[in-house]
C-alpha cells in the first residue's frame, strides 16, 4: 500500500507541523531559541537534524536484528527498574543495558534543555532499541499492528487515563538510510473527522476484557476511543491514501520527539533506532486543553475517564 500514497510536500503544512531546533548535544545549548512545549503541545514534531547518539565500536557491533529476541518487535529497557527484555541472546544483555541506560540519562538532559516545564513530572520511562527494518516487520504484521499506516498511539492493554505518550527518537544508523515518516492533520480536526464513527463504549465489556486479563487495568471510555481511533485511521484505505499529512525524513544522526497519542504518524521505512518514552500527566501541561482527553471530552461533551 505504499507506491499510490499520496504525500504532498507543502511548504505550509510543514511548518505547521515541525519545528526544526538546532540543538547539538544533549545537554543543550545556551543559544537555543525557545522552549518547544508550546510547539510539541499543539501536536508539532521537534526535529533536531544536529542531534545524534554515538554509538562505540563495541556498541555499532550490536546493531544487528539476530540479537532481537525473534518472539519481540523491539529491545525495550526500564531504567527505573533496570530491566531489560526482548535480548535473544543473553550474553548481550549487559551491554545493550549499558547502552539502554547512556540513551536513557540523554534524553533526560534533552528534556531539561528543552522541554524543562516536564522535568519534575514525566514518569514511567522506557526505552527501546529498534533494530529491523521498517519493512521486515510490516510484512509480517496484520492491518492493525501496520505502523505504516497513519496512527494515533494508544496500548491495548495498558490503559492511560488520558495521560500523554512522549517519545524521544534518533536515527543511529550507521549507514545513510533515513527513517521515512508520514505526519497528518492536527488531534481536534482528525478527532472531528472520525468521532461519528466510533463504536460506542461498554462498561461491561471493559470488566470482562480486565477480569481475563486482556488489560491490565480498567479500560476507561478515554482509552476504548483513542484504540478505536487507532485502528479506525488504520483501516481507511482513503484516509491513508488522500488524508493531510507530509512526508518528513530523519536522516542518520537526526533526533526527533511528539506526542505520539496526539500527532498522527506512520513510519515508512529505516532501520536501527533509539527511542524513549516517557508517560505525562495532562495537569503537567503547559496548556491540557491540547490533550487528546480534552479534545474529545469537549467534542462528547462529558468526562470520558
Ligand atoms: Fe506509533
New binding site residues.
Given amino acids: 500500500m505504499s507506491e499510490d500514497i499520496n504525500v504532498p510536500s507543502t511548504e505550509n503544512f510543514y511548518n505547521n507541523t515541525v519545528l526544526s531546533l538546532p540543538l547539538a548535544n544533549w545537554s543543550g545549548s545556551p543559544d537555543l531559541p525557545m522552549s518547544a512545549v508550546n510547539a510539541l503541545e499543539t501536536g508539532k514534531v521537534i526535529f533536531l537534524p544536529n542531534l545524534s547518539f554515538s554509538l562505540s565500536r563495541e556498541e555499532l557491533q550490536l546493531l544487528d536484528p539476530a540479537i532481537v529476541d525473534p518472539k519481540r518487535k523491539n529491545i525495550s529497557y526500564q531504567p527505573l527498574k533496570k530491566r531489560i527484555a526482548g535480548v535473544a541472546t543473553k550474553e548481550h544483555e549487559s551491554a545493550i543495558s549499558a547502552l539502554l541506560e547512556r540513551h536513557h540519562q540523554a534524553c533526560l538532559q534533552l528534556i531539561k534543555a528543552i522541554f524543562p516545564e516536564y522535568q519534575q513530572t514525566l514518569h514511567t520511562p522506557t526505552n527501546s532499541l529498534r533494530l529491523h527494518p521498517v519493512a521486515q516487520w510490516t510484512n509480517n504484521t496484520s492491518w492493525r499492528k501496520d505502523?505504516r499506516r497513519l496512527?494515533?498511539?494508544a496500548f491495548p492493554s495498558r490503559p492511560n487515563y488520558g495521560e500523554r505518550i512522549l517519545?524521544i527518537f534518533t536515527n543511529i544508523n550507521p549507514g545513510t538510510e533515513n527513517r521515512s515518516w508520514r505526519v497528518g492533520e492536527t488531534f481536534p480536526t482528525l478527532a472531528q473527522k472520525f468521532l461519528p464513527r466510533l463504536k460506542s463504549y461498554s462498561p461491561f465489556l471493559s470488566k470482562l476484557q480486565n477480569s481475563v486479563g486482556i488489560t491490565k487495568s480498567l479500560r476507561s471510555h478515554y482509552d476504548h476511543l483513542m484504540l478505536q481511533l487507532h485502528d479506525a485511521m488504520k483501516a481507511d484505505a482513503d484516509y491513508q491514501k488522500n488524508g493531510p499529512q507530509i512526508a518528513i525524513e530523519f536522516p542518520p544522526g537526526s533526533s526527533w520527539a511528539c506526542f505520539?497519542d496526539g500527532t498522527p504518524?506512520?513510519?515508512m521505512g529505516g532501520q536501527f533506532m533509539l527511542e524513549q518514552t516517557f508517560l505525562l500527566p495532562v495537569n503537567a501541561m503547559q496548556d491540557p486543553k491540547h490533550a487528546p482527553l480534552k479534545i474529545l471530552e469537549s467534542l462528547m461533551n462529558k468526562p470520558l475517564i
Avoid: G, L, M
Fill in positions: 505502523d496512527h494515533v498511539d517519545r505520539s504518524h506512520a513510519a
